[in-house]
């Protein structure tokens, strides 16, 4: 290629590169290149929605740890009957206190009932208390506890005294016995059944004449010289329902509104009016524990002194010498106590009839030797209208739910 060739080709080179400028400073820009860019490329494997971070559980609350059978033998479930609170405390692996959970029936909880609580993944403990009130109950995780061991369920009334008054709260406690795992993503359900920590207990104190087979003495002054009361170191459990802390208190008799005739094992008949020979008292108290010989009936006389004192639990207990509430369990499904007692007295003859005036002559002057020193006889026992036992006193028949126990027998 020769040099003219060369430069005809620059030179056709630069007039092109010259029309192109000139199309791309009209007004018109159609001529102009246009940079696009390039879609991106689709992902080939999109992600879902995120992993769960949490699991839910749906706590399933029954109590059906009493004595009230269906036909076929199975317990009715009575929860919704007679829990209207429930406190659900919970804890994670270590044993700390995570949260507090509180839910009131509006006005009962329905029939098979579950709480749902939505926890992150992990292992958890779980305690609920039903019915508990701060005016009567209190719990001490609202400040000084953190462990699942430290927590305390305690009567509010000790703040201030030992003596309790009528509990008007039926407290309830369930848990689950050991942790549970909660898994992200999954729903699951766990039973917990519940058991009542308050007893009924209604002490019926009455009198039989020394000697006699059946009836009973009908001088009110018996009823109307005693009180009764009711000992035991209960006021404080853990929230693994164990009693602790233990400091005895002393349960105040009182009255139920209305007395009812109660679902024993023995044979049963509606509870009379009571009459006035007969003394009657009402309490309401914390659990029995079997093995607890701190649990006491004590009966006082008009003085304060103690006439009579008995172990409801433990190896001579009242309750306990039952062979049907030897257990734990039987203990913790009963929670309604019929005590009835029964003790001699024994009273003078009534005095004759004076006779009429003048029938008797006087004696003479100087007839009568005066008594000497110390001759005269004590009044015997029966000149007061109390009981003739041994001090303390004893009880002849004792009935606990319509089971009899004979506790001394009777002098014919």
């Not at 959970?101 to 039903?130: D, S």
Request: aromatic fraction near 8%.
């Amino acid at each position: 290629m020769n040099k003219t060739h060369q430069l005809f080709l620059l030179f056709l080179g630069l007039l092109l590169s010259a029309g192109c400028l000139s199309g791309c400073i009209k007004d018109d820009l159609s001529d102009c290149p246009i940079n696009v860019d390039p879609d991106p490329d689709p992902d080939p494997d999109p992600d879902p929605d995120p992993d769960p971070t949490t699991g839910t559980l749906r706590l399933a609350l029954t109590y059906t740890m009493h004595n009230t059978q269906e036909d076929d033998g199975t317990y009715v479930d009575l929860f919704s009957q007679q829990v209207r609170k429930v406190d659900v405390f919970v804890f994670d692996e270590a044993g700390h206190f995570v949260q507090q959970i509180t839910e009131e029936a509006a006005p009962k909880f329905a029939e098979n009932y579950t709480k749902e609580i939505e926890l992150p993944g992990g292992n958890y403990q779980f305690v609920v208390w039903g019915n508990h009130y701060e005016d009567e109950t209190d719990h001490n995780y609202d400040d000084e506890a953190d462990l699942l061991n430290e927590g305390r369920m305690t009567l509010t009334q000790t703040a201030r005294t030992t003596e309790i008054e009528m509990l008007t709260d039926s407290l309830f406690h369930g848990c689950t016995p050991q942790q549970v795992t909660v898994v992200n993503g999954e729903d699951q359900v766990v039973p917990i059944d519940l058991m009542k920590n308050r007893n009924d207990v209604r002490v019926v104190v009455r009198w039989r004449e020394k000697g006699m087979t059946e009836g009973y003495c009908h001088h009110t002054e018996h009823a109307q010289n005693i009180t009764a009361t009711l000992t035991d170191n209960n006021a404080v459990h853990d929230f693994l329902n164990n009693i602790v802390d233990k400091q005895e208190v002393t349960y105040q008799p009182g009255r139920f509104p209305e007395w009812y005739n109660p679902f024993f094992h023995g044979e049963m008949e509606v509870y009379p009016t009571e009459e006035a020979y007969t003394y009657v008292a009402d309490f309401s108290e914390l659990r029995l524990m079997k093995d607890n010989a701190d649990a006491r009936l004590v009966i006082r006389n008009a003085e304060g002194t103690t006439v009579y004192d008995r172990a409801l639990t433990g190896p001579n207990g009242l309750i306990t010498l039952l062979e049907e509430y030897q257990t734990q369990e039987a203990l913790d499904r009963e929670d309604r106590y019929l005590i009835e007692l029964l003790f001699e007295c024994e009273h003078e003859d009534e005095p004759d009839e004076p006779d009429g005036p003048g029938t008797d002559e006087p004696d003479g002057p100087g007839t009568d030797e005066p008594d000497d020193p110390g001759t005269d006889e004590p009044d015997g026992p029966g000149t007061d209208p109390t009981p003739v036992p041994e001090d303390p006193w004893s009880a002849i028949t004792i009935v606990v739910n319509g089971w009899t126990l004979i506790d001394k027998d009777i002098e014919l």
